[in-house]
């Protein structure tokens, strides 16, 4: 364990840094069925208060934004 130590020693900043990264991870993932949830809640048990064209293009244009706010902030190498 000491020699491990040793090697790790160095890139303390790093690692620390990568376990944080690892935990934003994390919550993000427990996140996800709650916005699931709220979807499925609030839209998906209430088409019938919607017309056909809305109930569709909703979800359309939610994706659609979510596509494009992940393509503007994606970074390149």
Known sequence: ?????????????????????????????????????HVIDQYATKYNQYTKSQFFSAPLLASRSCHVSRRTSRTTW
Do not use: E, T, V, W
């Open 1 to 37: 364990m000491r020699i491990l130590y040793g090697y790790l020693r160095q890139y303390k900043k790093l690692i620390a840094f990568a376990l944080l990264l690892a935990a934003i991870n994390q919550i993000f993932s427990l996140l996800d069925p709650l916005i699931f949830r």
